[in-house]
């Protein structure tokens, strides 16, 4: 996501998500992967925004989306809900939590424990990290400040586990841009040195954006990866800048459309699915960046989903 959404995590307290779900880490062959939805997608539909109408609240959303057909969703704030309100309105609705997204802080020596608990409090044991938190500041070092980063991953991948839970990574574009001295990307570099312990979501719009192919990236660092992002979210390069589509829904299965009339090609969907599958992938969670108002684009990416024969 953009830095909008690291602006809403904040400073939240931590949770999250279906490490110990059925199909998580499953062996290749396995069931189909559920399908989530990611709650920032309709973050305006739950909590409303300044100078606009008030949202309808979580326990309504929840409500809405079991309507959909959604099995799980991934949080991103809690709306000022503690661990028991919390497990109450899944359990009410049906719906398990796949996973929460925090900034990098809650991954610190002096909040792991705590974020673990609170994970714990409501049945959820898988906690990713997006943001700028994970990327150096100006005038940073790309090789050092990585170093410290996969150092410190691993250590708090390593008290985690104590607790039964796992952390993670979520993906833009720049994990595929920016290049270490020596050529390596930053995501390569991350992967190949952090824990097993330390998973990977993938956010495959940002992927296919950055001109990357989400499908190698189970190839190349496998059995990582309980949840992925399902979003499109298509960009292109114009005299090295990249841009992205000013006209865009957000629906998964619909090109991307630029003001100048160019459509690009949505991700390779039925290219994704058996390599997931083969993974053990555990969870599609669907992420839209527009509509957050309402139920559209989650409404309408399910369906595409359910097409597809995924849910």
Request: overall charge positive.
């Amino acid at each position: 996501m953009k830095l909008s959404r690291r602006a809403f995590l904040g400073s939240a307290l931590t949770a999250a998500a279906g490490v110990s779900l059925p199909g998580f880490c499953a062996p290749s062959g396995a069931k189909k992967a559920g399908v989530a939805v990611q709650l920032y997608s309709i973050r305006e539909y739950i909590g409303g925004r300044r100078g606009k109408a008030a949202g309808v609240g979580l326990e309504r959303a929840l409500a809405d989306l079991a309507k959909i057909g959604y099995k799980a969703v991934e949080f991103a704030g809690y709306y000022g809900h503690n661990a028991k309100a919390l497990k109450k309105m899944l359990d009410d609705n049906g719906l398990v939590a796949c996973g929460t997204h925090v900034g990098r802080g809650e991954f610190s020596p002096d909040k792991i424990k705590a974020a673990c608990e609170f994970n714990l409090g409501y049945g959820n044991s898988l906690i990713i990290c997006p943001g700028g938190g994970n990327f150096p500041g100006k005038g940073q070092d790309l090789d050092d400040f990585l170093k410290m980063l996969v150092d410190y991953y691993n250590k708090a991948a390593e008290t985690a586990a104590t607790f039964g839970c796992k952390i993670g990574l979520h993906n833009h574009t720049r994990e595929f841009e920016l290049k270490m001295k020596d050529g390596t990307t930053y995501w390569d570099y991350f992967f190949s040195n952090t824990s097993k312990n330390v998973c990977m979501e993938q956010d495959v719009g940002w992927t296919t954006c950055a001109g990357a192919d989400p499908c190698a990236q189970y190839v190349k660092y496998p059995r990582r990866a309980p949840t992925l992002h399902a979003k499109e979210n298509a960009g292109y390069l114009d005299n090295g800048h990249r841009r992205y589509a000013p006209i865009f829904e957000g629906i998964l299965g619909q090109p991307a459309k630029f003001n100048d009339g160019r459509t690009v090609t949505p991700v390779n969907w039925d290219a994704l699915f058996p390599v997931t599958d083969a993974d053990g992938v555990a969870w599609y969670v669907v992420e839209c960046e527009k509509n957050a108002a309402n139920l559209k684009a989650v409404t309408e990416s399910f369906k595409f989903l359910q097409s597809k024969g995924r849910c």
